[in-house]
């Protein structure tokens, strides 16, 4: 599952452009639907710091509920995108290119952000895309 | 010869030890993140260092179920979510958001 409402409807600092064409009132109560089904079956995890999660993203949807960071307790999350070559699944050939860039292009280094400071904040577009 | 006071260069030796936080910590609200699959992604790991002072929990669900449901409850919405007319942002491909065995290769 390719589960992307964030790309299709926008977020209050990044909206959907407007050379894109609207998505239909059907397509609009798909999205509601994915998220309503997803709520009545959703396990929540509760990680201790230190915990690590692993999901294969196209089996399973995730979800964060709102959080509140006060001067002492600051939320810092580390993700990581991962792939074993011999047990992914393939893939629909629209999604073999951005999978690509990620997993295969010699030219994008890897980042990695374990050691707690300096925090990194990363542009909100480019959570959502490679 | 000593200069005198008001002519020496002003030197806070307190300050200069402070090394400078680009994102020093802040009080800040994060709003609810809706059920989503990352894109392109296989394998998502997530390392939680530091937890927030309130909230902030993690919620997983399966997308089998979800189809499953749909199957029974709308198929016409299943139709929809299964048509690859979805148009990404800033992407210029079109995949469905259910994805069948078709088109794999």
């Known amino acids: 599952m390719n589960f992307v409402p964030q790309s299709l409807v926008g977020l209050p600092n990044s909206t959907r452009a407007t050379e894109l064409p609207p998505l239909s009132p059907l397509q609009y109560e798909a999205l509601e639907a994915v998220q309503r089904i997803s709520e009545k079956h959703q396990l929540s995890l509760s990680f201790k710091p230190g915990d690590l999660t692993f999901i294969n993203n196209w089996a399973i949807l995730h979800a964060r509920e709102a959080f509140r960071d006060d001067s002492v307790n600051q939320r810092y999350l580390v993700r990581m995108w991962l792939k074993n070559d011999t047990l992914a699944w393939k893939l629909p050939n629209p999604l073999q290119e951005g999978n690509r860039k990620i997993f295969h292009d010699k030219r994008s280094v890897e980042n990695w952000n374990v050691a707690y400071t300096p925090r990194l904040r990363f542009d909100i577009r480019e959570c959502f895309t490679p | 010869m000593k200069a005198p006071q008001e002519e020496r260069p002003i030197k806070d030796s307190t300050a200069a030890q402070v ?12 709003l609810l993140q809706g059920f989503h699959n990352d894109t392109f992604c296989d394998v998502l790991a997530m390392q939680g260092l530091s937890n927030a002072a309130e909230g902030g929990r993690h919620f997983i669900s399966s997308a089998l179920k979800v189809y499953n449901d749909l199957a029974l409850e709308r198929p016409d919405l299943l139709e929809a979510l299964a048509t690859p007319n979805w148009t990404l942002y800033k992407y210029a491909c079109t995949p469905s958001i259910f994805l069948s065995n078709k088109n794999r290769t």
């Open chain 2, 19 to 30: 090394l400078q936080d680009p994102f020093p910590p802040r009080v800040s609200l994060t």
